[in-house]
């Protein structure tokens, strides 16, 4: 059974930058990909970032590109997204997902499992 859990949400103002960090137990993941989603209140749930299991390959919704970066630790089990020049927009509870396969998806029910979530604030 896999956990993820994420960590690093808070209050901030717009123009600032957090980063969020997942981690995974249970089992290794260094083949799988991972994803971060968001959902803001009275909003369906939304992909965020994505990255492969090598590590290699990344995607992004086209709202948060150039702004926010995905990695990955696969030593420490780790998957990081870096949120650089907040928005009131992206004010949402973040989720970290995994997949058992190595490919990225942008779609939530391409995912095997998911995290608690984080909750990110920005004000304006």
């Known amino acids: 059974q896999v956990q993820l859990v994420e960590s690093g949400g808070g209050l901030v103002q717009a123009g600032d930058s957090l980063r969020l960090s997942c981690t995974a137990s249970?089992?290794?993941?260094?083949?799988?990909?991972m994803g971060w989603f968001r959902q803001a209140p009275g909003k369906e749930r939304e992909f965020v970032a994505a990255i492969s299991g090598g590590g290699t390959i990344t995607r992004y919704a086209d709202s948060v590109k150039g702004r926010f970066t995905i990695s990955r630790d696969n030593a420490k089990n780790t998957v990081l997204l870096q949120m650089n020049g907040l928005k009131p927009e992206d004010t949402a509870v973040y989720y970290c997902?995994?997949?058992?396969?190595?490919?990225?998806?942008?779609?939530?029910?391409?995912?095997?499992?998911w995290g608690q979530g984080t909750q990110v604030t920005v004000s304006s």
């Open positions: 997902a995994g997949r058992q396969l190595w490919t990225v998806s942008i779609y939530g029910n391409g995912y095997d499992y």
């Open positions: 249970g089992r290794t993941f260094g083949n799988e990909a």
